[in-house]
């Protein structure tokens, strides 16, 4: 049967030949492209499972396809792993609020691209299945957002509303990163005043209350926080 159908978009020769090798002995389908344009054309005609996507391109760069791409129907549920160089966290940033899935920073071990991408396309064959007032258990942490309620080994854990929108956020994509201005966007609104610091502050407290359980909640350095996939 099959694999995925990847597309790989890189202007560096050699960089595009180790992804497209590496992918293709995973038994992937391997489409390969240099350009932001030519992604536009690719996305408009083939049914892609996930797109590796350097942001230094010539024409239309990484973000500004990514934006394109997130703001079409058609193409906005296309997983999108962004290549780039490290130091660029603006650009990571962006991306990430953008709607990219995951970054990759240059040089890169192509078994990490490909444990992410795995990682991916796993949670995208669940997201279906995956609904908002679904119980989440994770070892000895359960959360209920149906009740609104947070135990370990049984002891309910008092949360304000803050922290339970950020903890059920986060604790529903496991592995996926999300900035600081994505988990207040998920949590109050767009027009909620917030500054970086505000989000870390819950993120603190969140911590203690939930003890041990709260080393499940990684920081992301100079991007955000992610709940661990394999606590």
């Known amino acids: 049967m099959p694999k995925e159908r990847i597309l790989v978009v890189e202007d560096e020769e050699d960089i595009l030949e180790l992804v497209r090798y590496n992918l293709s002995r995973e038994g992937y389908q391997v489409i390969c492209v240099t350009s932001g344009e030519e992604v536009l054309k690719v996305t408009g005609s083939e049914a892609l499972d996930l797109i590796v996507l350097d942001l230094m391109l010539p024409g239309i760069d990484g973000l500004e396809v990514t934006k394109i791409l ?14 780039t160089a490290k ?15 995951d970054y990759i920073t240059k040089p890169f071990s192509p078994r990490i691209l490909i ?11 669940t997201k279906a299945s995956m609904d908002d007032t679904s119980v989440i258990q994770i070892h000895e942490l359960k ?7 947070v135990a370990i080994k049984g002891e309910s854990v ?15 994509r496991p592995g996926w990163v999300f900035t ?12 909620y005043p917030v500054t970086d610091r505000s989000v870390d502050v819950q ?3 969140l911590r203690k209350k939930l003890g041990a359980c709260g080393n499940y909640i990684e920081t992301v350095r100079g991007v955000g926080y992610r709940f661990r996939e394999n606590s």
């Open 115 to 125: 444990a992410r991408i795995r990682a991916i396309l796993r949670r995208k064959t």
């Open 143 to 149: 959360i209920h957002p149906g009740r609104r309620d």
């Open 87 to 101: 130091g660029d966290e603006a650009d990571i940033v962006t991306g990430l609020e953008l709607g990219a899935d």
């Open 203 to 205: 993120i603190v407290g």
């Open 70 to 83: 997130k703001n079409d129907a058609k193409t906005l549920e296309i997983p999108i792993v962004m290549l």
């Open 180 to 191: 600081r201005y994505q988990i207040v966007d998920a949590v109050r609104g767009d027009d």
């Open 158 to 172: 008092e949360l304000t509303y803050t922290e339970f929108q950020i903890l059920h956020f986060l604790a529903r």
